[in-house]
């Protein structure tokens, strides 16, 4: 029986998996609709199905084909059930019409990693899979991406132009907004009939380009527009989507181009942030406001919001970083390889290149990621495919951690490296736990042999599994992490075995005080040019003996610790709770005892915070303070409920006793994520009067110009409410965001940027720190 509309199950053209057959599409009728009779129509009564009871609802070729949403929410039926047209289980899972199964249930999983589960597995689900065996071996591809196509397409509306086009396929995907659709076909023919009827025709603007899956656009259409500039030089990355020829030509773009013109390419992208900032305040100025002065006086430095006095070079041009993420996939000629991706997934590239001629990777991170790959090129575990979000080794991590000693020599610095962790990102399910087991076993014995066979021998001190199983390789902070123990190469153990109570942990050095750093916490990757930005945010922030200091997206509490023998007290506020127990454990080590640490989101914590250091303490005020205390105490035991027992969340008596003192200078350093500040946070920061100074560490354009719009404008008289005008929002920049939450911010006095300097924390490369400071 076909399903019909009237069923409530979407028709087999559909396809539930995102696939269309042309097949099934060629040969499927759908049923005449009955028309009403005149006495329904006379009526107006609504149309009954005929016979509709008699109806077996398990003939439906989709019934039992996807599993229930309750199901994979709870594990348990939903309120329809045994009538649900839902699987509550793996045993009522069926096949789907076009032979795939669920791509969230188990069998997909296992029909993927290479393996048949007993029951009702046949040959043909593994057909996908047999298709990338023969990628792997040479031979031809039934597979290709089609670039430049409309972002406003759908995968229905690229199926019909192919149609209309007369083009033979067997499924064909795309995503709306992303200008890369993905053909798989049955045949050798059918493949090069698609790529004469597609390749550099014109579609809307664009001629299409066709390439093999995961090689990207090739570099023809850089070429024909000319390499007049540096990629990236006019602060737009878009250039550099497409893919590279090598990793050292997507990862570092700059290599090529002498330091000091890198410095100058960067200082103009920075010039044209702040000239952004003001043309974006001159705007959201309210009609009747006077423009603030700072803007007035733009035009005397060409536009600038405020002088960009520099960009600071970094100490070390080659081989600074101390964490270098990999990504494990398969190269060009699909082999398994660690390295970084020759471009953009939404542009279809998810090839891998060697990491061999990057000079932002430390020789000691390249030397274990050979290890690895040579490690992998023998696992019997498959790699990571981003087309189906599956396979077993994903993401590799090296982090270093530099030995007590003063500044190293920067011709070679490696030998003052004196701890190395090694982190290893998997996603385990649908494998089998002893396979895994001796895999890991196997890997640490590769580690430790290919460490003590180096010259010199490279060090190791930590091994940890990182357990994830989202699309992105992006993990969450409290994601499932466990150690390993290091054997050495005839087997003995090094390392002692893993305690659960204590999470693996390195250590680093800035400005002479010691720093523990967890696997996932946030750590600058560049320590000598992070020294010499954290010692100009002091200088810029006036700090003293009298000085109250809030250090905002803290981290491991770098920016407070270093800070804080020169003012008062520091208050640090992160959300990561492996990181503010470093922070603790940091100010422990180094002997700190007037810093305080909260675990917590800043726009949670943040007003809170300001109430209770900030405002002066009146007897009608009490009760409110004391709601403030409990909500804060909540958040610290929460977040010390995180951390090791020996290294609970409790303030030092020092800390306590400033909790209590007013301080006649408030300054706050914020250090945000590529994301920038929650709109909570900014009102929180602009509405306190008395916090005068703000230094702002930015590692984002863009968010440092949409927070700035929010921190440095005027604000209406009136403070307008409500939705108006909203339905756009979506497709808003984040310039235009931050100018439409200016007219709903409360009557404020806004800051005024001051200064503002550039630092190259990452050479060879389009990014650039910058520093600016607010007064008001």
Request: proline share 6%; glycine share 8%.
């Amino acid at each position: 029986m076909a399903a019909s509309p009237s069923d409530g199950y979407p028709t087999a053209d559909a396809g539930m998996d995102g696939q269309d057959s042309s097949a099934q599409r060629d040969s499927t009728c759908e049923p005449p609709i009955p028309q009403p009779s005149s006495d329904e129509a006379v009526s107006g009564e609504k149309r009954k199905r005929e016979d509709g009871g008699d109806v077996d609802p398990s003939v439906n070729p989709l019934w039992k084909t996807s599993l229930c949403s309750y199901f994979r929410r709870s594990g348990g039926s939903c309120s329809h059930g045994s009538s649900c047209r839902y699987a509550h289980g793996e045993e009522e899972l069926r096949q789907r019409p076009d032979g795939s199964w669920d791509p969230t249930s188990e069998r997909r999983k296992e029909a993927s990693s290479g393996k048949k589960r007993e029951v009702g597995v046949d040959d043909e689900d593994e057909d996908e899979d047999d298709d990338d065996e023969e990628d792997r071996d040479g031979g031809i591809t039934p597979k290709k991406c089609v670039f430049n196509l409309p972002g406003c397409w759908t995968g229905e509306m690229f199926r019909k132009f192919l149609d209309e086009k007369g083009i033979a396929y067997k499924s064909a995907k795309k995503r709306k907004n992303i200008h890369v659709g993905f053909l798989k076909f049955e045949n050798k023919e059918q493949l090069e009939h698609a790529v004469q009827e597609l390749d550099g025709k014109p579609v809307g603007s664009c001629n299409m380009e066709v390439a093999d899956v995961g090689h990207g656009m090739s570099m023809k259409k850089l070429k024909r527009e000319g390499e007049t500039s540096a990629p990236g030089a006019n602060g737009d990355a878009s250039a550099l989507g497409f893919q590279a020829k090598s990793a050292r030509d997507a990862v570092t773009p700059y290599a090529e181009f002498p330091y000091s013109d890198q410095l100058q390419f960067k200082k103009n992208a920075l010039e044209k942030i702040l000239k952004k900032l003001t043309r974006n305040a001159r705007k959201v100025c309210p009609p009747g406001v006077l423009l603030p002065q700072w803007i007035m006086k733009s035009n005397e430095i060409g536009g600038l919001a405020c002088k960009l006095e520099r960009v600071v070079a970094s100490p070390l041009e080659n081989g600074y970083r101390n964490k270098c993420e990999f990504t494990i996939g398969l190269s060009l000629d699909g082999k398994p390889t660690i390295g970084f991706t020759l471009g953009s997934f939404k542009d279809g590239v998810t090839a891998v290149a060697e990491p061999v001629d990057c000079p932002n990777v430390s020789s000691i991170a390249v030397k274990y990621a050979s290890i690895f790959q040579e490690f992998l090129q023998q696992s019997s575990l498959p790699v990571w495919c981003r087309h189906k979000n599956s396979g077993f080794w994903r993401q590799f991590t090296v982090r270093e951690g530099r030995r007590p000693q003063n500044a190293p020599d920067v011709d070679n610095v490696h030998p003052e490296i004196g701890e190395v962790m090694l982190i290893v990102q998997v996603c385990s399910l649908g494998h089998d736990n002893a396979v895994i087991a001796s895999e890991f076993e196997r890997m640490a014995r590769a580690f430790s042999s290919g460490a003590a066979g180096s010259s010199p021998v490279l060090p190791l001190t930590h091994v940890v599994i990182q357990e994830h199983q989202g699309i992105s390789n992006v993990a969450p902070s409290d994601s499932s992490l466990r150690s390993i123990p290091i054997q050495k190469p005839d087997g003995g153990p090094v390392t002692e075995p893993f305690n659960e109570t204590e999470e693996p942990r390195i250590h680093d050095y800035i400005n002479n005080l010691k720093f523990s750093i967890s696997p996932t916490a946030f750590f600058q990757v560049n320590t000598l040019a992070a020294e010499k930005l954290y010692a100009l945010a002091g200088d810029w922030a006036g700090l003293d003996a009298d000085t109250l200091l809030f250090d905002v997206c803290c981290g491991t509490g770098t920016i407070g610790l270093t800070l804080a023998h020169r003012v008062g007290m520091v208050v640090g506020i992160e959300m990561n709770a492996s990181a503010v127990s470093d922070a603790h454990r940091n100010a422990e080590i180094n002997g700190i005892n007037n810093c305080r640490f909260i675990c917590g989101k800043a726009e949670d914590v943040m007003g809170s915070l300001l109430k209770e250091y900030l405002d002066v303490p009146q007897k009608q005020d009490e009760p409110s303070a004391e709601s403030s205390d409990k909500e804060l105490t909540s958040i610290e035991k929460k977040g010390s409920e995180e951390q090791e027992s020996g290294n609970q969340e409790n303030p030092s008596s020092e800390a306590e006793g400033a909790s209590c003192r007013q301080f006649k200078n408030v300054v706050a350093i914020v250090d945000p994520p590529r994301g920038g500040l929650h709109p909570t946070v900014i009102k929180a920061l602009r509405t306190h009067s008395r916090l005068r100074k703000l230094v702002y560490i930015s590692c984002n354009p863009d968010t440092l110009t949409a927070n700035s719009i929010e921190l440095c404008s005027n604000c209406p008289e009136k403070e307008e409410k409500g939705k108006k005008d909203n339905r756009n929002w979506r497709n808003m920049s984040s310039a235009g965001l931050a100018r439409r939450r200016v007219k709903s911010m409360p009557k404020s006095e806004p800051f005024r940027p001051v200064k503002a300097m550039g630092f190259d924390l990452f050479p060879h490369t389009i990014h650039c720190e910058m520093v600016m400071l607010m007064e008001r």
